[in-house]
């Protein structure tokens, strides 16, 4: 007899389960049908289903052919057993003889220890394992290549299934019912702030009612209307005129349009389809393969190509769940939630956002920079909060402590309401002070500065009290660009820039690329430790076109006004005399041009690096301006990466050695009379800002949200009286001075 075409044991179990599928029987009753119903027709003497009852738990949930009693009683952590592999892998297991084979694990209230043949599968949806399908023999049977495809097919309808709720509130049953109840996530602070709103996901969450379709034809149909549809949508981003015929942006649109044409992957699409899916489940089957075969890959460039197609893939199921494909109706104050998101993808939802929870990212990533620059309140690593929440489900989140609360209990929400409430009388306090300045009670003026890297930020400089830009990141625009801005994009932009300053000071920082921050166009080195890398103003030097053509854009733009240059990660005066040349050629070139000159050109450093703080005298008499860059001095101090959570709060910036190296480069600066600021995070804590005002610092630049706080309570404290809190500290053995100074500011009642 031969052996049926492939796929034909799917279809087969497909229709006898599709009234199983449709009734309005109970989950129970549905889970002891399906598992009949498939070793009936696979015939086989055991069919069980575990599903997960927590994060890492399995649980079994219907059994034909093993202990009944043993049903809701058998558990099993994943990676345990045969069963807990594959839920921990995502990946099959075929084994004529299960009890010999390398991990099996016995379960005795089951009593399955005397099948052999064993053949399981994951449940899982777009790569999230919610469970295992299993069959079992007493002989020693090898399950064929059919066999195994059917039982997947059957696994991703279970899941479907699973994901829609169908088998929850049974009697015994501790499987809780996805996407109901209240969910907490402790997560990574990234942008301060507190909102409440709307989920809205970035990535398509489609929970489907009907997974199985008895008209092939009429899906096949709607996947080729969508598939049309998709193809359009490549074709206009190729045909933009943003992005340019030839170069590495437009080969990457190119290859993504090959993908959306690639008849491999269509007719896999088609294939589940054909075997009985609806046209989404077959798409999300796929989208599963894909997702497994990106978390075995190593090769950074393979996995990028496999992005693409798992992208395209959430381009497809928008388009066939009728879901928004366009960001233009994001209701106003929504939470984005998504597994990550680039710059430019959080540029196009813009300030219609609330606020931002994402379930990857870095403290230092490309999304926190924009996210800081809108004001928008954000949480990071928030475990599987993209897989738990559904468009329009409620959100909290609390920026300020890293938490985030998924349709909350009605306490919770009152007490989060209630901080919003006491956070919105804070700002009309400080917006009082907007006009007054940071002057403290022993008569010191502290000049606060703001950071800024969008136009976006600008009109945070008149409402935040600002006195100026202190570092403007230029690299923000090269970010989110699809290619280099030409040079007279960048000169016109630079000039819209100073037209929002309205006569305040703007220090632009070049290109601070390189490390964690890659261009899209630019292929990244491959480095042990970019941190430490070919980045910034080694890169600058090295790239000199690319430095000329800003400085030249810069130079154009200001259009005869003051013009602040400073240069990020100078870590030895000979790079500084090197940049600070390119300047006065740069100038010298455009004289003889004939462009009109800035009125005056202040050229400065970062001082990101302790090596530069050692410089030689020469340096701090050249230099105009000195920016200490606490964010990447803080990490080269304490040899702490600050994108490794496990250490990059391990060091306190208020620690002695840190606070006192910064007295050290403040006192260097007096000596030659160079100004100096510091800039950063820190900068923006009200507590750390009078600490450094107290070691002499003068002029602070920091987030516009912060400066209304910072301000307050600089105006309270008389910085000579701190400063003798610190030095005491510092002479009693204190490992930080955080602990005097906050006892100090709490007697106060000013914390």
């Known amino acids: 007899m031969n052996a049926p075409a492939r796929g034909a044991s799917s279809r087969v179990l497909l229709q006898k389960l599709r009234d199983v599928l449709a009734s309005r029987e ?4 549905r889970l002891d049908k399906i598992v009949r119903v498939i070793a009936a027709t696979m015939e086989t003497e055991v069919c069980s289903i575990y599903l997960r009852r927590d994060a890492r738990t399995l649980e079994l949930c219907a059994t034909e052919g093993l202990n009944a009693e043993a049903v809701h009683r058998t558990r099993m952590r994943f990676g345990q057993g045969l069963v807990g592999r594959v839920a921990e892998t995502g990946r099959p297991v075929n084994t004529a003889n299960a009890p010999r084979t390398q991990g099996f694990r016995y379960m005795p209230e089951t009593g399955e220890e005397i099948y052999s043949g064993f053949l399981g599968v994951p449940i899982q949806r777009l790569g999230e394992a919610l469970g295992v399908l299993v069959v079992q023999n007493k002989a020693e049977r090898a399950f064929s290549d059919d066999d195994l495809h059917g039982l997947e097919v059957i696994a991703m309808v279970i899941a479907e299934m699973t994901e829609a709720g169908a088998f929850t509130g049974t009697a015994g049953a501790s499987v809780v019912t996805p996407h109901q109840g209240p969910v907490f996530f402790k997560g990574v602070q990234g942008q301060e702030g507190v909102a409440e709103g709307p989920v809205l996901l970035h990535d398509p969450h489609i929970v489907i009612a009907e997974p199985v379709s008895d ?5 096949l149909a709607r996947l080729h209307v969508a598939l049309h549809k998709l193809r359009g949508e490549v074709d206009r981003m190729l045909d933009d005129d943003a992005v340019e015929e030839t170069g590495e942006a437009a080969e990457v649109l190119q290859t993504y349009a090959m993908f959306a044409r690639d008849r491999s992957w269509i007719a896999r699409i088609e294939q589940g389809i054909n075997e009985g899916l609806a046209a989404e489940v077959a798409v999300e089957k796929e989208q599963s393969s894909i997702r497994q075969r990106m978390a075995r890959m190593s090769d950074p460039y393979l996995r990028e190509r496999f992005h693409d197609l798992d992208d395209l893939s959430n381009r497809l199921l928008r388009l066939l769940s009728g879901q928004r494909s366009e960001k233009g109706g994001v209701p106003h104050g929504a939470i984005l939630v998504a597994r990550n998101i680039g710059p430019a993808e959080l540029l196009d939802y813009g300030r219609r956002l609330g606020g931002v929870v994402l379930e990857e990212g870095a403290v230092s990533s490309h999304a926190v920079i924009v996210a800081r620059a809108l004001a928008i309140p954000l949480v990071l690593q928030c475990g599987r909060v993209a897989r738990e929440a559904l468009d329009g489900d409620t959100i909290l989140v609390d920026g300020d402590e890293g938490l985030v609360h998924l349709r909350p ?14 956070r919105e009388e804070a700002q009309q306090k400080y917006a009082e002070l907007r006009d007054l300045p940071a002057s403290a009670l022993c008569g010191s003026i502290v000049s606060l500065h703001m950071n800024a890297g969008l136009m976006a930020d600008l009109p945070s400089l008149t409402g935040s009290g600002a006195e100026g ?10 970010l989110v660009r699809s290619k280099v801005p030409r040079r007279a994009e960048q000169a016109a932009l630079y000039s819209r820039i100073l037209d929002a300053g309205k006569g305040k000071r703007v220090v632009f920082r070049t290109l601070d690329i390189g490390s964690d921050k890659v261009l899209p166009y630019m292929r990244p080195a491959d480095e042990p430790n970019p941190a430490l890398g070919w980045r910034a103003i080694r890169l600058g030097l090295d790239r000199r076109g690319v430095m000329r053509m800003q400085l030249q854009s810069l130079i154009r733009g200001a259009k005869g006004r003051p013009l602040s240059v400073m240069f990020p990660m100078i870590a030895q005066f000979e790079e500084f005399k090197a940049a600070r040349k390119m300047v006065l050629d740069e100038i010298e070139r455009e004289r003889k041009l004939g462009h009109v000159l800035p009125s005056n050109v202040e050229v400065g450093a970062m001082l990101e690096t302790p090596s530069l703080a050692f410089a030689p005298e020469a340096f701090f008499e050249l230099v105009d301006f000195i920016s200490i860059g606490g964010n990447d001095l803080k990490q080269f101090f304490f040899a702490a990466d600050r994108e490794n959570e496990r250490v990059r709060r391990r060091y306190d910036t208020l620690n002695v050695s840190y606070l006192s190296f910064i007295g050290q480069i403040v006192g260097r600066c007096a000596e030659h009379q160079t100004p100096v600021s510091f800039c950063g995070e820190d900068a923006g804590r009200p507590v750390e800002a009078a600490c450094f005002a107290a ?4 002029a602070l630049s920091m987030r516009p949200a912060s400066i209304g706080p910072v301000k307050h309570l600089l105006r309270q404290v008389d910085l000579d009286e701190i400063r003798t809190v610190i030095d005491y500290a510092r002479t009693s053995g204190a490992q930080s001075v955080r602990p005097s100074v906050e006892g100090f500011l709490r007697e106060r009642g000013l914390i």
């Open 695 to 698: 070691m002499g610092l003068r």
């Open 215 to 219: 008209d092939p034809e009429a899906e």
């Open 469 to 478: 830009v202190g570092l403007y990141r230029t690299e923000l625009q090269f």
């Open 26 to 29: 109970g989950g129970q009753e």
């Open 409 to 422: 209990e009605d306490s919770v929400r009152t007490a989060f309401r209630e901080k919003i409430a006491m």
